[in-house]
């Protein structure tokens, strides 16, 4: 994360992550508005293309092929990126409601969501039936099936209810992969049977009579039954029905149809079509709240009713930006007008294609390649994107400024300004007053003064026959979420107290938020707050107080009072490693090379969402199993990296140690990222304890060498265990949930060599 380049002034939120709103953050991207944020909140970090999903299914394509990179593409757009679920709306704060987090206040407010098959419209299908969106569902649905026919010997029966053009398409891209799959095993494709259901007399009831008839001729040399005017009616285990009283037994049953809206948009008090959908003016502005836009398959739009197709969300792309940027710069909005006919091409599971375009007829493999040459080149726009400094560094066109009331006017002059160093640039009173006021921390009886009751300084107890454990972390943000900041921040400083085996007491916090408008401070530090809070109270740590103050980057910080057995009894020292013990580790090391790469737009969403979740992880059950069985020295892994905390632990201790290079616990990507030479700034300092290790010229050539170095935040912690307690310490901490908890390597006695650490590669 990087110090804003003007003053938040409007806050634009961007609910999904579908074909329009990532046109919105290329366009954003190109031409940033000066004083305006954009957010995007997302379930899914890799978004995918509607348009190559066939060709993924069929295997044609990789999975990275068919997806867009959302996290990736907002870091680009010098958008704030939040994954969650958006789950209700409250109009009159201007708030997002959300599942996990608290809630996220907009200015203005687009939602590009798609559409939902509405299972729970036939009795069954909810249970029972596969719904091909969310896609991300379908997608570990169609992988676990993908497994289970590669297994199963005999007849295999799917059905795909739906026989539009995504119903048939998918049926033979399904069909097509699953018999290579079949072949590739040496066993006979006819295995398979496949069926597919149409509440309609014909097939692709949008296209034209020569596309449906080609698409019907494929189907019937492929051998799929094609069940006319047969609309589901009930859905059981293994089996379908429909209304004229057909039944069939599938083992599996793909729901391809009945779209509808989201079930909280029913609640937003926006006015909805019959099927749920957001209605929507010309301009993609609501017709109910001229603060919120609606684009894609979400939206019906009321003066142009148009089919669900992803053409049109992406065609929406383009107006959708101009007229939110329009909006906030309080100016006329702009009509979309969809085109009257557009072209579809649509992919028989082998690469031959049909293309359908109002009266309009053609095949084959040629129509294919033009659909695949089309799709990698709309793909390219956003995953092939140009460097950082290149994007979202260079000065935004236009002149047009964001218009403000007096008060916001004066506030942006004085966020702008030179700030007063006298008062250490303490945040106003009142700003942070409101943003705590929704912070419940929680109350211990040894807290006698404390934020409830705030006073000069807080009052703890420290109770009879305890003693004092006392630390402090400070770090800036690395991240654009405040609130998964605060999250981690809490965790990180929380770690040193777990890792001498003390209970966490009490915490006072020292923030830094850059200036603007009164109210973007107080959202920053709410969200802020509210994260770091989650996490001190779920470790029983009551916050007593802290400062907080303007500067040019987010930042956040703890000083944590613990409390231990005043006789030391059952302190997790670093100097306590016994030759013979072994290492463990709780958690993968690479966060800093994951970073670094992620600020230069070189990491995959997915490998940063999985470093977040593993920095999210508390290392107190950890500390607690570790003591359960015995740890002689434990410390948690953080900016000195690996190698550092261990030559702390074994100079502490007078011995050496071995690391098992294959057995290091790895984030996915740090090993890619790396290698490719993208490295935390703090490495360079951490590399020069390559003096600890003893003839590392044979291991440098190994993949994980370059991780002892990388600095952590909120790592897991580094103990050494009895080599006879080891393995069910190891089974007992996956058990709590660190499923990557492993032994890294051993104690061993100390010898003549300076260099305390032996490598094993």
């Known amino acids: 994360m990087h110090a804003a380049k003007s003053t938040v002034l409007r806050d634009i939120v961007l609910v999904g992550g579908g074909h329009s709103h990532v046109v919105v953050l290329r366009r954003f991207a190109m031409q940033p508005l000066p004083g305006v944020r954009l957010t995007v909140i997302c379930t899914d970090t890799h978004t995918p293309y509607s348009g190559m999903l066939p060709g993924y299914i069929a295997g044609h394509y990789a999975y990275d092929e068919v997806h867009i990179d959302l996290r990736r593409l907002a870091a680009f757009a010098g ?17 997002l409601l959300c599942a996990q987090r608290p809630p996220v206040a907009y200015d203005r407010l687009s939602i590009n969501i798609g559409s939902m098959p509405a299972v729970s419209q036939v009795e069954g299908a909810a249970e029972h039936a596969i719904a091909v969106k969310p896609i991300r569902r379908f997608n570990e649905r169609w992988l676990a099936l993908l497994e289970r026919v590669r297994r199963h010997h005999g007849a295999t029966t799917i059905a795909v209810v739906g026989a539009g053009a995504g119903g048939v398409e998918l049926i033979l891209a399904m069909q097509y992969r699953l018999r290579h799959e079949l072949q590739l095993l040496g066993r006979k494709p006819d295995e398979l049977r496949f069926h597919l259901f149409s509440a309609e007399r014909e097939i692709l009831p949008t296209h034209n009579a020569r ?68 209605q929507v003016r010309d301009s993609l502005q609501t017709v109910s709240d001229p603060l919120i836009f609606a684009a894609g398959d979400c939206a019906a739009m009321v003066e142009w009713p148009l089919e669900k197709a992803g053409v049109f969300a992406v065609r929406q792309g383009r107006p959708l930006a101009d007229n939110l940027r329009r909006s906030v710069l309080e100016q006329p909005l702009r009509p979309y007008r969809p085109q009257a006919r557009w072209l579809a091409l649509i992919s028989t599971g082998d690469r031959y294609a049909i293309a359908s375009r109002g009266a309009l007829h053609a095949a084959g493999a040629w129509v294919w390649r033009w659909k695949d040459w ?67 921390p929680i109350e211990r009886d040894d807290v006698l003064i404390g934020l409830r009751a705030p006073d000069d300084a807080a009052v703890v107890r420290v109770p009879a026959g305890k003693a004092m454990v006392h ?59 509210s994260g770091a809070v989650e996490v001190l109270n779920e470790a029983g740590c009551a916050l007593v107080g802290g400062h907080s103050g303007e500067g040019s980057e987010l930042a956040l910080g703890f000083a ?48 940063i969402d999985d470093a977040l979740a593993s920095m999210e992880q508390s290392n107190r059950l950890a500390a607690s199993c570790l003591r359960r069985f015995g740890a002689t020295a434990c410390t948690d892994l953080t900016g000195f990296g690996l ?93 709590l949930g660190y499923a990557r908890a492993v032994c890294i390597g051993r104690v061993l006695a100390a010898a003549d060599e300076l260099a305390p650490i032996r490598l094993k590669s």
Request: aromatic share 6%; charged share 20%; with cysteine.
């Open 79 to 95: 958008a704030r990126y939040f994954r969650e679920q958006v789950v209700g709306l409250d109009r009159e704060q201007r708030r």
């Open 211 to 278: 596309v449906r008839r080609a698409f019907e001729q494929v189907l019937v040399k492929r051998a799929v039954v094609i069940h006319r005017n047969a609309k589901v009616s009930a859905v059981a285990s293994g089996q379908l029905c429909t209304a004229g009283g057909e039944t069939l037994a599938a083992d599996e049953i793909v729901w391809v149809t009945q779209a509808g809206g989201a079930d909280w948009l029913r609640d937003t008090g926006l006015a909805l079509d019959d099927s749920g959908f957001v």
């Open 374 to 440: 089309i799709d990698r080149r709309f793909m390219a726009r956003f995953n092939e994107l140009p460097a950082k400094d290149m994007a979202i560094d260079k000065p935004p066109r236009g002149g047009s400024a964001v218009p403000l009331d007096q008060a916001e006017s004066a506030q942006a002059i004085s966020a702008i300004a030179m700030r007063c160093g006298g008062c250490g640039a303490k945040v106003g009173a009142t700003v942070l007053s409101r943003a705590l006021a929704a912070v419940q």
């Open 471 to 529: 630390s402090v972390d400070f770090f800036r943000a690395f991240i654009d979420d405040p609130w998964q900041f605060g999250r981690i921040a809490a965790n990180h400083a929380l770690g040193d107290i777990f890792a001498m085996g003390a209970e966490a007491q009490s915490a006072t916090a020292i923030a830094t938020v850059p200036p603007g408008l009164e109210s973007k401070l107080e959202e920053t530090l709410f969200q802020m707050m």
């Open 560 to 607: 944590i009072n613990g409390l231990i057995d005043e006789g030391l009894a059952g302190v997790m020292c670093k100097g306590g490693m016994r030759p013979g013990d072994q290492l463990i580790l709780g958690k993968p090391i690479g966060t800093g090379t994951l970073f670094a790469a992620h600020a230069r737009l070189r990491a995959r969403g997915r490998w």
């Open 643 to 735: 190698l550092g905390h261990l030559v702390e632990m074994t100079r502490a201790s007078g011995v050496d140690a071995e690391i098992d290079l294959a057995a290091l616990p790895v984030l996915e990507g740090a090993a890619e990222t790396s290698a490719a030479g993208i490295l935390s700034s703090l490495q360079p300092a951490n590399v020069r304890l390559r003096r600890a290790l003893r003839d590392p010229e044979q291991a440098r050539s190994h993949p994980n060498y370059a991780l002892l170095f990388d600095p952590q935040t909120a790592g897991g912690l580094l103990a050494s265990v009895p080599a006879e307690k080891a393995t069910a310490c190891i089974a007992a901490l996956r058990s």
